[in-house]
């Protein structure tokens, strides 16, 4: 048995040490090539087929690490390739190299590497000449695959108990984040953070400047850890804190997300700029946060405009119209009981913007609303926004990157 770890980022030393110790727990050779994309991944793929006749093979790209570390799977069926949500799981494959299985790759796989492999299952697909041929369903086992008590491929933060998966996959969806993951999550272990029941506090009064944010009990443990990092940000740079850990009464028909207008709005007055900062983000302790300018928004990592996730507003006539002319937006809206609903309060945010402040871009968000591992090179000063992430991952990321502040202090 061999393992070849296919990785598509740097920067795996534990990833890479996980993967050696299934190896030596199951006696198998290891073997790591750093891979750009499914094109390369599948074409190595291929070689190494070729290169092994006979012999079984296993492939872990830099999204997966091992939880156990007994193999308990057979290979009866030469091939370990899972389907789930219409496509394939190809984070981890086992393959017993036969000229059967290096036939399904070259015809089924191949030709179909230079797009998106979630789609390889679904016969609608159509490569530039002829459409790929669907994989076989005999090729294919289902999500999840589960054999001598254990399951072979799973979702990492899927309930089941890590003594059950051999393999956990970190989904993160479409967008090719360039630090791994599973590198930071495979010896991941919580820590606790302090819970208040108030339901509103005031952190540092009287300072110049002040942030506000708010969570609920939905999202207790992520809000606690942003706020254990941003309130000890604000006590050590002078700036007050406005902590909301319940809705308002004046706005229980409001979801927590629609409430940022008015929560800025009740607190303007009292400092010279006033800015909003959302629960799952994190500080890191040498940032340095610029209150200068009238407004300050920050480019969205998607394709919004900007993003409504931090946010800072000096203390003047037009940003108090800014605010109320997102409120009068909002207010037009049935219902706004869901963070998404209508597109959500970032919609409004912008088009008021654009109405406000026409010629003034939003600012980069390298270091200021950065997504985790989207930073200028060579910095560590960082405002770091976990947005677009699943909950339980977000609040394991969030969790890694608070300790590691917290030990930087």
Partial sequence: MKLFGLYEHDNTSALEANHRKFCEANNAEYTCYRVNNYYEKFRLIYHIMQEH???????IDSNSYFTTFEWKFSLDRDLLLQEKDGGILDNFIAVRSTHETLSVFKKHILPATGYQMSVLCRREFKY?????????????????????GIYLNIDAFAHFQHSEVLVRRIYLGHLPYPESFA???????????PVSDLPFEVINPGQRNALVTIYTKEIERLGSMSEQNVAAYCERNDITYYVYRQIPDSLLHLSGTWCKPYLLLNHIDQHDSIGWIDSDI??????????????RVYNDPGDGYFNAGFMIFQNNG???????????????????????????DQRYFVEEYRTQYPHLPPLSNLTTNALPGFYLPGTTE????????????????????????????
């Fill in 318 to 344: 037009r940003n108090k119209n800014f605010l109320n002319g997102v409120i009068k937006r909002c207010d037009q809206l049935e219902s706004r009981d869901s963070t998404y609903l209508h597109g959500s």
């Fill in 282 to 295: 994190l500080i890191t302790a040498n940032y340095r946060m610029d209150f200068s300018g009238e407004v």
């Fill in 53 to 59: 006749p006979g012999e079984t093979l296993l492939f």
């Fill in 382 to 409: 960082h405002l770091i926004h976990f947005l677009g992430m699943r909950m339980p991952l977000r609040t394991a990321l969030m969790d890694v990157h608070a300790q590691k502040i917290n030990a930087s202090l």
């Fill in 128 to 148: 530039p000449s002829d459409p790929v041929p669907p994989i076989p369903r005999e090729f294919l086992l289902p999500y999840p695959h589960k054999e001598n």
């Fill in 183 to 193: 590198n930071i999550l495979c010896d991941y272990h919580p820590a606790t953070y």
